[in-house]
């Protein structure tokens, strides 16, 4: 089978560059799991290429007013090929529509004689889902579509205000207006299904993958001498930041909390640590570091409030990359959850401050020991059972079934 996958993946270096040049950072989970949806469809027999909008924040939150054509060759197998646009806002996503349907077409037309071929999109982007959407139907290519988060939530959850607002505001309507416009589907969750009507459109779930290979250059590490509990990632209200760290004060652990990464709430987070000497902030660090300081922690760390919709229909893609690491993993359970998970994580069921200091406390309770045994059966799990080459082979399956079905 030949796959084209239309989404933004390009390499971690690039993306890195990229970020290092931008106030506003993208985020590397797409391309994280565009990189192994790659990786298993290779390792399972698939013949891919890549059509790659790189994720770059518009001038001028970033150095780049364009981004020019560029072909990469990735893990020494997947060539990808940059989409050119103007990276001014409005002018960016008119460029990139009036590029994708230029490239897209053009693979199209190169692959014509192709029977078994199929182009796999990540999200419903409007400026690409649009001419993808349009142009497989004109040439009767089957058009696959990877939902990770629902349409309706990729942009109005970040309560974004003026011009901004206005056109994100846009883009989740034209989201949503396109998003049972495809031949079939890769959902996160199986609660999608029915919030995006498409019940009756064949679908597999798969919530993500566990790429065991992230932590294949990080050699076994010591513990910290003082135990440690870690949160890396977006350090905002909507991922429950303030009420991790408020809980984890009104603890008498002899402990530290550990964080990772950037966000609004940064400038809390510093005021905090002026009360409490047991909070450290590392802020944004190169991955490897990061990797290195999962494997040191005693207790990982993912605090999602449920209270928020758009997080019961989603599975945060870090639950697994955390669970791999071998430490445990305190999470809050969000409804995308399967229940095969509840035996290897520990729960918040109460997501009060005083709810998570309790959650904190009990855990902590247990001996390093009884951590390090609860995190290795979780990261067998992980390893095993939601690794990127089986999870892929499941959707190399049901692809092949859709376009068994199409002839």
């Not at 796959?3 to 690039?14: K, Y």
């Not at 893609?317 to 791999?324: F, Q, T, V, W």
């Not at 067998?380 to 079934?401: C, G, H, P, W």
């Amino acid at each position: 089978m030949k796959v084209l996958l239309l989404g933004s993946l390009i390499s971690s270096e690039q993306m890195e560059k990229f970020n290092n040049n931008s106030k506003e950072k993208a985020s590397v989970a797409p391309v994280n799991y565009e990189m192994m949806l790659v990786k298993g469809l290779v390792e399972n027999g698939a013949e891919i290429e890549a059509l790659s909008v790189p994720a770059v924040a518009a001038y001028p939150h970033s150095i780049y007013k364009r981004i020019t054509a560029n072909k990469e060759v990735i893990e020494e197998k997947i060539k990808a090929q940059w989409v050119p646009f103007v990276n001014i806002q409005g002018l960016k996503q008119l460029s990139i529509q009036r590029n994708v349907e230029k490239l897209l077409k053009q693979w199209l037309e190169e692959n014509r004689k192709i029977k078994d071929k199929i182009v796999l999109m990540y999200s419903i982007y409007p400026p690409y889902s649009e001419p993808a959407i349009r142009l497989c139907k004109e040439y009767c290519c089957h058009l696959c579509a990877v939902i990770a988060d629902l349409p309706e939530y990729m942009y109005s959850w970040k309560n974004m205000t003026g011009i901004r607002g206005w056109y994100s505001k846009r883009l989740s309507k034209k989201m949503l207006a396109l998003q049972d416009k495809c031949d079939s589907y890769v959902l996160f969750t199986k609660p999608m299904a029915e919030k995006m009507g498409i019940e009756n459109i064949p679908y597999i779930v798969s919530e993500g993958f566990c790429d065991a290979d992230i932590f294949k250059d990080i050699p076994d590490q010591e513990k910290y001498e003082r135990k440690t509990i870690l949160y890396g990632g977006n350090l905002s209200r909507l991922y429950g930041i303030q009420n991790l760290v408020k809980g984890f004060m009104k603890t008498d652990l002899d402990a530290e909390l550990h964080l990772y990464g950037a966000g609004a709430d940064a400038g809390f987070i510093e005021e905090c640590i002026k009360q409490d000497s047991r909070i450290k902030f590392f802020k944004r660090v190169d991955r490897k570091t990061l990797l290195i300081a999962l494997k040191r922690a005693h207790l990982l760390v993912v605090n999602k409030p449920t209270e928020d919709d758009y997080s019961n229909y989603s599975f945060s893609s870090k639950i697994l990359e955390y669970m791999a690491s071998g430490t445990p993993l305190l999470t809050t359970k969000v409804g995308g959850m399967p229940e095969e998970y509840l035996k290897y994580v520990y729960i918040i069921d109460d997501e009060s401050i005083d709810g998570i200091s309790n959650a904190l406390t009990t855990v902590m309770a247990n001996t390093s020991q009884a951590l390090c045994l609860f995190g290795k059966k979780a990261a067998q799990f992980a390893i095993s059972d939601k690794n990127y080459r089986e999870m892929t082979k499941k959707i190399l399956t049901f692809l092949q079934v859709q376009l068994c079905g199409d002839k």
